[in-house]
Structures are given as C-alpha cells and as structure tokens.
C-alpha cells in the first residue's frame, strides 16, 4: 500500500472530480475501521468540501467502549454499506471463524445515529442460500429504521488465486459460483421477510 495523507486523498479527488458525476469518497478494504482515526479526519474534511462520504465494512472491529469516537465518525458518514455474512451466531461462526456480536452491535449503533445503510449479503450456495437463512436475514434487518437498501450478492470464486498465492487453504474450495438469477430469487426472500416483519411487528 501507499501511505497518502488526507490532503493527498483530497487533491487526488479534485485532479479526477470532473469526470464524477454523482457520489463522493467511498472508504473500503481491507477493513477500514482498522484506521478509525484517519478515517474520521478524512470524511470531516470531505464533508467541508461537499463531498458525499460512504464507508464499506464488515463491522467487525466495532467495539462499543469506543463509542464516542466512533459517534464523531458517524456525524461525518452519509452511507454506510454494511456486510452480514450469516443471520445465525452459530452459521456465522461456522462460515467467518467469528461471533457476529460486534457486527450487530455495529449495526444498531448507526440506526441509533440515524447513518444510512444499504446491507450487503453474499449467497453462498448451501450455506446462506437457504430459505431459513434468507428469512433470518430478513428478520435481522427487517426493523431497522435507517435501511436505505438491500445488495443480494452471488458467490463467485475471484478469491481462490488471491489465497493462492498466499499460500493459504481456500475455505470454500470446490464450491461452484452462483448464478445471478438465483441471487436475485434469494433477495425476493428476504424482501418478502423484511415487509412481514415491517407489516405484523414479529
């Protein structure tokens, strides 16, 4: 990587802002709340210039006993896109090595915060793809006043030579990708889940 200031990231912006013609600064990884700091700086000042700041996380190094930095940081977002990998703590665990506490915990600090998300769900085929899966996906999401939108993503396999070539097991290999269409089902699921939800309060 290369280690740019906030003002190198800005002048980059400005050299490119007349081929842009809607969005701003999206914050992506990695993990970016890796550099919660930086980060914080750099959506502040993008915010003084009028520019649209998106942040893309996985939500999983939130931790609450930071909450007043991450508050600042939140005053200074105008979207949040946000990973849930599995709807279930025990399938979360089973698919990611990780609890899903702090995700949730994540998600619920910026529904306090009222910071727009959009939540992003990859389809992995046997494992989330589930009608199961998908209802609790709907559930999850389903009460949350300050979702903006729904992304149904489908497994692919761009990741095998990353892992590769770094000499680790693919977790998933043999796995075949997903087809769109069936992306496009899953999501209807969830959809159905989340107005039921919105419509009877269960």
Known sequence: GTEMTVREILDMYDKNRHFYRNGGITATGGEPLLQLDFLTEL????RKEGIHTCLDTSGIVYRKERQEAYDRLFAVTDL???DIKHSNPEGHISLTGQKQDHILEFLHALEQANVPVIIRHVVVPGITDGETELRGIGRLIGTLRNLKGLEVLPYHTMGVAKYESLGIEYPLKGLECMDMQEAKKSRE?????????RTKGL
């Open 43 to 46: 959506f502040t000042e993008t």
């Open 80 to 82: 949040v896109l946000l």
């Open 189 to 197: 699921f969830i959809l159905v889940e989340i107005r039921r939800v």
